[in-house]
């Protein structure tokens, strides 16, 4: 059973920096395109980044340069380092795999999230 | 960037068809996938690749996708279809992938 529990989730100050975690069972993270999406309070959902089974990365352009991807195949977990924190980076910040659909353009599986405010 | 237009809102009353509309530049051409999201919950993926249903989820859903708009149709609309409704979908141009703004689906 695919299963991916997200952590790392905080309060922090503006200009800070956090981790997010996201550990993978059921399944390989470096064999599939594993993605961040975030969801503001009260606000739909919208795509982070992404980093594909090959290994390259693209993100969102409202973080690039701020946020990084990666992972970590030892301990199949999945990673988000958020620098620069800005209030409107505030949101719950799920961890979702690729599936079913054709060329991975979909996210079939999704943790259940983790919560982010960035605050003073 | 490629921009998805979605209603905010569609009401229906119960046992009826809602259908929740997904615009977008010749969308027609994408691949559409569809979440369905209640308060409090992860997304679920209901319809992917335009108009095909992940193992669980009821023959009710069901999608299409012509042109500028791709339309997720709900038959028997049931109270638990309550939610809010996404469309998405990847765009190869920047390797970004894209979310509708969302559309509330009360069931009256």
């Known amino acids: 059973e695919v299963q991916l529990v997200e952590s790392g989730g905080a309060l922090v100050q503006p200009g800070g920096s956090l981790r997010l975690s996201c550990a993978a069972s059921g399944f390989t993270v470096s064999s599939n395109y594993m993605s961040w999406v975030r969801q503001a309070p009260g606000k739909g959902l919208e795509w982070v980044s992404v980093?594909?089974?090959?290994?390259?990365?693209y993100s969102a352009d409202s973080v690039k340069g701020r946020f990084t991807i990666s992972r970590d195949n030892s301990k199949n977990t999945l990673y988000l380092q958020m620098n620069s924190l800005r209030a409107e980076d505030t949101a719950v910040y799920y961890c979702?795999?690729?599936?079913?659909?054709?060329?991975?353009?979909?996210?079939?599986?999704w943790g259940q999230g983790t919560l982010v405010t960035v605050s003073s | 960037s490629y921009v998805l237009t979605q209603p905010p809102s569609v009401s229906v009353a119960p046992g009826q068809t809602a259908r929740i509309t997904c615009g977008g530049n010749?969308?027609?051409?994408?691949?559409v996938h569809w979440y369905q999201q209640k308060p409090g919950q992860a997304p679920v993926l209901v319809v992917y690749?335009?108009?095909d249903r992940p193992s669980g989820i009821p023959e009710r859903f069901s999608g299409s996708n012509s042109g500028n708009t791709a339309t997720l149709t709900i038959s028997r609309v049931e109270a638990g279809d309550e939610a809010d409704y996404y469309c998405q979908v990847w765009d190869s141009s920047s390797d970004h992938w894209v979310f509708g703004g969302g559309t509330k689906l009360t069931v009256l």
């Open positions: 979702a795999r690729d599936g079913y659909c054709s060329g991975g353009s979909c996210f079939g599986y």
């Open positions: 980093i594909y089974s090959g290994g390259s990365t």
């Open positions: 010749n969308i027609g051409s994408k691949n």
């Open positions: 690749d335009d108009s």
